[in-house]
Every structure is written in C-alpha cells, then in structure tokens.
C-alpha cells in the first residue's frame, strides 16, 4: 500500500525567508507526486506534480519540488517567501491505475 | 461544466437524519473522488470510481457511509444516521483517465447538530 507522510504539521516564516516542506512516500512501483495548495477560505487546487522526466519541477509562483526516488521524498521549497503564500499545503501521491492518497497537510504561516 | 460542482455547499442536519450530497465531475472525467476533511485531520479518501470498474470503497468510515456515480458521471454520498462526528467538509474531485491531475469542487461542509 502506498502512503505519504508530511514530516511538518505547521511552518512559521518571515517573509522572504526560504521554506521548504517536507514529504516522503512510500511505494513499491512507479508514482506520480503532486502539491496541492489551499488558500484560507477557498479550495484544493494543484501547484505542481512530478509524472516523468525531469525530477526537478517548478510552479509560476516560485515554488519547486524535487523527486528524490532513492530517499522517496518530494520536498516543496521556495527561497523567498510572500504573505501571500500563507495557505496549507497537501503533498499527494498515485500510482498508475491506483487512487490520489494525501499527506496530512502543512500550514505555512508567513510573517510580516 | 467548466469545473467540478459540489451542492449544497451547507449542510446543517440534526443527528440521526440522513444526508444526501452531490458531485458533478468535469465532463470526460472517468475518475470520481470523494475525501473528507476535518479540522486539523488532513485529507482522509473515502472512495474511489474508475470508469466502470467497481469502486473502491476501503476508505468508508462505516457502512452508515455509501456512494454511487450514475451513468460514470454525476455521484451522490449518503450518509444515514448522521453522527455529530461526521461533521467535516466533503470534497469531491474528478480526473481525467490517465488520473495525471485532480480536480477538486469547493466542498460541501455539514454540520451535525
């Protein structure tokens, strides 16, 4: 069965601080990862997903994720952090032909 | 529908009524999604239809829990004899046959009372 753990349950930064969030999963074939994010009072979207290629992936907000498949991780990084960027983040994971499984989610809280 | 629709988006019942929730997937979608989400409790799968296949059910809390996606399209999640722990937002998502991205509706969020 394949699971995903996110390590952090809360992130507190100062703005333009990095971050990176932590995610490692388990499984024993081939997966696909995403990010989902969740901004306060609105809906899960997607922030950027690993399929195949290259494992470094990037989103049009400055975030970027690298699949790791020898330490089975997807970590979420940024180098400089906004306000605006306060939001919960799910890491998720499937396998061909399997169903989405989340992480527990990490609230990121961005400080002035 | 451009996106995935989700009614009623409240929900407030007294305990022991059932309730009955809807989904709309994307049009196309063959994978349907339904996740529940309590405060401070992440993401937690309930269920899971792929296309024609039978559904996979292993994330049902209980057999008070059931859901059904008519004609591969449209889903509705019942819950009978509501408790005031099942008290979450519902979300449903649907993705495309490939499952290479999920898309979620805004949830419908009940309130047992």
């Known amino acids: 069965a394949q699971s995903v753990t996110q390590l952090d349950s809360q992130v507190p930064v100062f703005e333009e601080a990095p971050v990176e969030l932590r995610c490692n999963y388990s499984?024993?074939?081939?997966?696909?990862l995403f990010w989902y994010v969740q901004y306060p009072n609105q809906g899960l979207q997607l922030l950027l997903k690993?399929?195949?290629?290259?494992?470094l992936v990037e989103s049009i907000n400055g975030f970027e994720a690298e699949f790791n498949k020898s330490q089975t991780s997807f970590h979420l990084r940024k180098p400089s952090v906004h306000i605006s960027d306060t939001a919960e983040y799910f890491c998720?994971?499937?396998?061909?032909?399997?169903?989405?499984?989340f992480g527990q989610g990490t609230e990121l809280s961005v400080k002035p | 529908g451009a996106g995935v629709s989700q009614s009623p988006s409240n929900k407030v019942t007294e305990k022991g009524k059932d309730v009955e929730l809807r989904c709309d997937p994307i049009?196309?979608?063959?994978?349907l999604y339904w996740y529940r989400q309590s405060l401070g409790q992440g993401l937690e799968f309930l269920i899971y239809?792929?296309?024609?296949?039978?559904?996979?059910k292993s994330g049902l809390p209980s057999d008070r829990f059931s859901a059904e996606r008519t004609g591969g399209s449209v889903s509705t999640l019942t819950i009978q004899r509501t408790q005031q722990e099942d008290s979450a937002v519902y979300l449903c998502?649907?993705?495309?046959?490939?499952?290479?991205?999920?898309?979620f509706g805004q949830g419908t969020r009940l309130t047992v009372v």
């Open positions: 998502a649907s993705s495309g046959r490939l499952n290479t991205e999920a898309f």
């Open positions: 499984s024993s074939v081939s997966v696909y």
């Open positions: 690993y399929l195949s290629g290259s494992t």
């Open positions: 998720a994971v499937i396998r061909e032909g399997g169903k989405l499984i």
């Open positions: 049009s196309g979608h063959t994978a």
């Open positions: 239809f792929q296309g024609n296949s039978a559904p996979d």
